[in-house]
């Protein structure tokens, strides 16, 4: 199991690390993800105390996300507008994608 919860890479890092992310995950291996998503920029204006990269190129799209994991069984994806209460820089309505998805067996 890989979990990556609100990992936020350069543009030129971010492909490499999911990368081996998927190489590093055994078959039938399960990834959980949850990060802010690109409309986190949008959200960010309005509510500056959510937090996130203010870099729209560190942020996630769900077909970007569909595309790296490709092959992959999505048992849950959500991309969503919710509420956050994690410290003092992740408050209030926050732009995220969560999903859980298992790595073929072949």
Same mark, same amino acid.
């Given at each position: ?11 030129? $890092?971010?492909?490499?690390? #999911?990368?081996?992310?998927?190489k *590093? ?7 959980? /993800? +949850?990060? %802010?998503?690109?409309?986190?920029i ?11 990269? $203010?870099?729209?190129?560190? #942020?996630?799209?769900?077909?970007? *996300? ?7 069984? /999505? +048992?849950? %994806? ?18 995220v ?10």
């Amino acid at each position: 199991m890989i979990a990556l919860i609100f990992v936020h890479f350069s543009e030129e $890092k971010k492909e490499n690390y #999911l990368k081996k992310f998927k190489k *590093l995950l055994k078959r039938g291996g399960v990834i959980i /993800f +949850e990060a %802010f998503s690109k409309e986190q920029i949008d959200i960010q204006k309005e509510n500056p105390k959510s937090g996130g990269p $203010k870099n729209a190129e560190m #942020l996630f799209s769900k077909e970007e *996300l569909q595309t790296y994991f490709s092959g992959y069984e /999505f +048992e849950e %994806f959500e991309d969503l507008i919710t509420e956050l209460s994690e410290g003092k820089y992740h408050q209030g309505k926050a732009a995220v994608i969560r999903f859980v998805a298992r790595k073929p067996l072949n």
